[in-house]
């Protein structure tokens, strides 16, 4: 059997960009998937900033922004001149301009207002680089990253299915013998195409996986109270349908603004048969029921998927070398395409730690964290999403409740940028350091340097980034016998700019120059200051990169 450091088993956007992770470390990384082509079934719509931002910092944002360019276009021929969305209207103005944060989604189908919201919040306006790269349907960033993995060598190999796993020792000896998975040992995948071996394997196989059932790992969280389906369809007069969202006593409908998309939520009992495929009278059905419009169907365009709000999550991400990551960890409603980006989210953060495992040169716990940084965020977008759930029925008390919520607490100032922020992605923290503050622990947003470049540039090949402020260029010998693992931008500047930083690949700040620059040049505690600076860096290196 031929050995892999790390098989990844799914090739859905979480699978994908983890695989490119590893590949740009030098880790032997290969896919399986089920699937033998990618699969254009409609799901989520686009990305959110943070995801926007996850593929700026590995030098994907062009191929983002090319996508988005093409469904603006399609939008455009879809609604006419003036009927686009908000957002869509937004970002047209922006690509003649000034990026702005993008105001993307809803909450519970109440849709973001770019009026209310305060661009120049600074914690929006921090992270506007990427806004050209949002609109990116899930088809399409399977096939973007597809091609990242192609020009990085990763093996995807699809038309495979996977069964199950075990553990290994002995793996190119005569007699392998059968380990438990949390020795330190091989494990085997059992395949339709035989059996592979590998250090490590990632389960992104879904929220159905199969590795973690077998793994007896608990998916635990609440039952679904809703049936919602989604498609591209070909109407044979869809006049009555409200653009947008709209509620009503049955459910919740959004017609558009992609071109005969449809997005239809029923409240009520499953079908007996979750697994049976859509069939077009069965989606007309649904749809004349919630929507209270006698549409007729006369085609599919591809297929038509139907979901639920079932929420869950695995209760640990890790059973010894086998991890999860994705939907396999975590599955909810789908609204806003939360799902795509903490999937996104999930493999940025396990790709540079498990990469550092398989190379020997991980500090202790770079592993566990993974789980002990994720699980917490996942946990609160199950939360996010079931609220919206709640907001989304079709009684008079919700109806009341929407109300008060959209049409009072919405528009008190500063409300909605919070609410765009939280679903952007961009406010997500982590303890990265003993008593940190400032933007430690946050994520680097628009990082400019005097230069003209940005430090998402410096991030391309999933190094850490130093940006050194510092007159004299201070931190460089810290890090210089690093500098295969370590990105050194010399970033000159006065006291009263930003701090000097040191940024993780997946774009987290774990070190800020924690002095004030101005205070020192009027003392003679310089010296004493610097080695306390310097102190902090090394800690933070000690903990989140070694020296090894």
């Known amino acids: 059997m031929r050995r892999s450091?790390?098989?990844?088993?799914?090739?859905?956007?979480?699978?994908?960009?983890?695989?490119?992770?590893?590949?740009?470390?030098?880790?032997?990384?290969?896919?399986?998937?089920?699937?033998?082509?990618?699969?254009?079934?409609?799901?989520?719509?686009?990305?959110?900033?943070?995801?926007?931002?996850?593929?700026?910092?590995?030098?994907?944002?062009?191929?983002?922004?090319?996508?988005?360019?093409?469904?603006?276009?399609?939008?455009?021929a879809f609604a006419g001149h003036g009927r686009k969305n908000a957002l869509v209207n937004q970002l047209d103005r922006d690509a003649g301009g000034a990026r702005r944060f993008p105001v993307a989604g809803h909450f519970a189908g109440m849709l973001f207002r770019d009026e209310l919201v305060d661009q120049g919040d600074p914690a929006l306006a921090a992270h506007t680089a990427a806004s050209g790269g949002v609109l990116v349907p899930q088809y399409d960033l399977e096939l973007l990253l597809g091609e990242h993995c192609a020009r990085l060598g990763v093996e995807v190999r699809r038309g495979v299915e996977v069964h199950g796993v075990r553990g290994v020792r002995g793996v190119g000896g005569t007699r392998p013998a059968e380990a438990d998975l949390t020795e330190d040992a091989d494990v085997v995948v059992e395949t339709s195409a035989g059996e592979m071996t590998a250090g490590w394997v990632v389960?992104?196989?879904?929220?159905?996986?199969?590795?973690?059932?077998?793994?007896?790992?608990?998916?635990?969280?609440?039952d679904p109270q809703l049936v919602g389906y989604q498609a591209v369809a070909d109407f044979d007069d869809p006049g009555e349908l409200s653009r947008g969202w709209t509620w009503t006593p049955r459910g919740i409908y959004?017609?558009?603004?992609?071109?005969?998309?449809?997005?239809?939520?029923?409240?009520?009992?499953?079908?007996?048969?979750?697994?049976?495929?859509?069939?077009?009278?069965?989606?007309?059905?649904?749809?004349?029921?919630?929507?209270?419009?006698?549409?007729?169907?006369?085609?599919?365009?591809?297929?038509?998927?139907?979901?639920?709000?079932?929420?869950?999550?695995?209760?640990?991400?890790?059973?010894g070398r086998v991890l999860l990551a994705g939907d396999a960890a975590h599955v909810h409603a789908p609204f806003s395409g939360q799902g795509l980006n903490l999937g996104l989210g999930d493999a940025v953060n396990l790709g540079w730690k498990l990469a550092a495992t398989v190379r020997g040169h991980a500090p202790a716990g770079l592993l566990d964290s993974y789980e002990s940084e994720r699980h917490p965020i996942a946990a609160w977008v199950l939360d996010w999403t079931r609220a919206q759930v709640a907001l989304m029925r079709g009684d008079e008390h919700t109806a009341r409740l929407r109300e008060v919520v959209g049409g009072e607490l919405f528009t008190v100032p500063g409300?909605?940028?919070?609410?765009?922020?939280?679903?952007?992605?961009?406010?997500?923290?982590?303890?990265?350091?003993?008593?940190?503050?400032?933007?430690?622990?946050?994520?680097?947003?628009?990082?400019?340097?005097?230069?003209?470049?940005?430090?998402?540039?410096?991030?391309?090949?999933?190094?850490?980034?130093?940006?050194?402020?510092?007159?004299?260029?201070?931190?460089?010998?810290?890090?210089?016998?690093?500098?295969?693992?370590?990105?050194?931008?010399?970033?000159?500047?006065?006291?009263?700019s930003p701090p000097s930083l040191l940024v993780r690949p997946d774009g987290v700040i774990v070190w800020a120059d924690s002095r004030d620059t101005a205070s020192d040049a009027a003392t003679s505690d310089t010296a004493t200051s610097d080695h306390g600076v310097l102190k902090e860096l090394d800690a933070a290196i000690q903990r989140w990169i070694d020296t090894h």
């Open 254 to 319: 959004a017609y558009g603004p992609i071109p005969g998309r449809i997005l239809v939520a029923r409240f009520g009992p499953r079908p007996q048969d979750r697994d049976a495929p859509v069939t077009l009278d069965e989606l007309q059905a649904v749809i004349r029921d919630v929507t209270g419009v006698d549409v007729t169907l006369k085609g599919l365009r591809g297929r038509a998927t139907r979901w639920s709000d079932n929420a869950r999550q695995a209760q640990s991400y890790r059973r």
């Open 203 to 222: 389960a992104a196989d879904g929220g159905r996986s199969a590795i973690r059932r077998q793994l007896g790992i608990g998916f635990t969280g609440t």
């Open 5 to 76: 450091d790390v098989i990844v088993v799914g090739a859905g956007p979480t699978g994908l960009f983890l695989a490119g992770e590893l590949a740009l470390q030098g880790v032997r990384v290969m896919v399986l998937e089920r699937l033998r082509e990618p699969d254009p079934t409609i799901k989520a719509g686009s990305i959110n900033v943070a995801g926007a931002e996850i593929l700026d910092r590995r030098g994907l944002l062009p191929a983002a922004e090319d996508v988005q360019r093409r469904l603006l276009a399609s939008v455009g």
């Open 415 to 496: 409300v909605m940028n919070r609410v765009v922020a939280l679903t952007s992605g961009i406010t997500q923290r982590y303890d990265v350091a003993d008593g940190a503050a400032g933007p430690v622990g946050s994520i680097a947003g628009d990082v400019a340097l005097s230069s003209g470049d940005r430090l998402a540039d410096h991030a391309h090949d999933g190094r850490f980034v130093l940006v050194d402020r510092s007159p004299d260029g201070r931190f460089a010998e810290a890090v210089r016998p690093m500098e295969h693992r370590i990105a050194y931008v010399a970033d000159p500047a006065p006291a009263t």
